[in-house]
Every structure is written in C-alpha cells, then in structure tokens.
C-alpha cells in the first residue's frame, strides 16, 4: 500500500500486512494497538477490506454504540459502499474533485487572514 497510515478522528492508525499463512482474515482493526492490518491482495477485494476496517475504527472513534451487531452493519456498509463505487467509477474522481476543492478554499482562507 502506497501509504503507511490513516487518520481517523483524532489518532493515526499505522497500516500493517497481514501474514495470510496466519490468518484467514483480510483485515483486521486492532484499536489498542493503533493498527489496522491488510492482507496483501491487489484487487476490489482489498477495497472492500479497507473500507471494513475503516469502518469499525469510525464506529470505535465516535463511540457508536451499536452493540453486537457492529460486524453485520460494517459488512453491509462496506460491501454497499464497494459496489455503488465500482458501479460508479465517475463517483470518486467526483468526490476526489470536491475535497481537492475544498482543501484549496481552505489553504487560501489561511493565507488571506
């Protein structure tokens, strides 16, 4: 993976490399620990387990109390979120359009103050 790290709410989560002779699992959030392990795979799968483990770090960072059925809803928000953007490829160099935008508004507001 191109980076080393995510920030998410107020702490940096390190990325790992999952060892899958190991473990069966793709990914894994390890809150404690600052980590968020991924499997080395290069496809829409990897996608998909990124956005997984982000998920569960929101939920873990907001303190989002949906009790024992958090697997189920970041599995459904994951796997939904895969989809609309693979369905969509105009979607994210829109989204990516919009936040460039308003990193640059933001940069100029700095500098005009």
Do not use: C
């Amino acid at each position: 993976m191109k980076h080393k790290s995510i920030k998410i709410g107020y702490r940096n989560y390190e990325f790992k490399k999952i060892d899958r002779d190991f473990s069966d699992s793709h990914g894994q959030f390890l809150s404690k620990e600052g980590l968020i392990g991924l499997s080395d795979e290069d496809n829409i799968s990897h996608v998909n387990t990124l956005l997984h483990e982000v998920l569960h770090a929101i939920i873990y960072q907001w303190g989002l109390d949906v009790g024992d059925k958090e697997e189920h809803i970041v599995n459904v928000l994951a796997n939904a979120t895969t989809t609309v953007l693979v369905d969509n490829p105009w979607l994210t160099k829109y989204l990516e359009e919009k936040l460039k935008l308003k990193i640059w508004m933001e940069k100029i507001d700095r500098k005009s103050t």
